[in-house]
């Protein structure tokens, strides 16, 4: 009997496994030692994503401000997902963002506070501070339940995929498809088909984007640094 409806694809859910490979271009090319903060995404061909089966609580997501960083330097979050910002420094930061993706400012605040953003729409958000330029990370947000992050060895698994056709993406802060036709693309996903191998990225060892602050004016000189005990 033949049942129709994305929902009948779920009788046979796979964990879709891979590897990321970042590879240096020019003279003496050479995979990268690190392959990590590769997001990599199965979005459903012909229809919406369904809604993310997670368990009655959703994931607590933070991005710290500490020691002058945002700790972790990448999050990738569905969309619709509430991020808290607390700043553990003993000083003032200004968390914005004003590139594409999500734009917020969450104005100057202490150490021991804590803001949220709520990302509503799918896209890269750059964060920055608007007082220490060399603070900066990123948040990727997905309209797809589906999606993993590589670690440093590259890998990653997506588990519950329903088997059925998908727009499968690859975003890397410093990293590109080899061709420009490689990604995205559609693949099909079954249980005979849940390996992608090995996906080969180029890096441009170019981590973070020129940036000015959020009045668009270059940052003024640093402070002395500060040493932490």
């Excluded at 003032?92 to 202490?110: I, K, Q, T």
């Excluded at 996903?189 to 009045?215: C, E, M, W």
Aim: aromatic share 10%; glycine share 8%; proline share 9%.
């Amino acid at each position: 009997m033949l049942v129709l409806g994305w929902w009948t694809l779920q009788a046979q859910p796979v964990t879709v496994t891979g590897s990321i490979s970042l590879v240096r271009e020019g003279r003496g090319a050479a995979q990268t030692q690190d392959n990590s903060s590769a997001v990599v995404s199965l979005k459903p061909v012909g229809g919406a994503a369904p809604q993310a089966q997670r368990g009655p609580v959703r994931p607590r997501y933070q991005m710290l401000q500490h020691h002058k960083h945002f700790e972790p330097h990448l999050l990738a979050i569905p969309v619709g997902t509430m991020v808290e910002f607390p700043n553990l420094d003993p000083f003032f930061h200004n968390v914005f963002s004003m590139f594409d993706g999500n734009r917020f400012d969450l104005g100057l605040y202490e150490s021991g506070k804590s803001h949220t953003v709520t990302f509503s729409k799918p896209g890269i958000s750059y964060i920055f501070c608007n007082i220490h330029p060399e603070m900066s990370a990123v948040v990727v947000v997905l309209d797809t339940p589906y999606f993993a992050v590589s670690d440093r060895a590259g890998e990653f698994s997506i588990a519950n995929v329903a088997s059925g056709t998908y727009l499968l993406s690859v975003w890397h802060e410093r990293g590109r498809p080899q061709r420009p036709d490689q990604l995205p693309r559609e693949v099909a996903i079954s249980p005979d088909t849940a390996s992608f191998g090995v996906i080969r990225l180029v890096d441009s060892g170019q981590l973070s984007i020129p940036h000015k602050n959020k009045y668009g004016h270059d940052y003024e000189s640093p402070a002395p640094p500060m040493v932490y005990k």
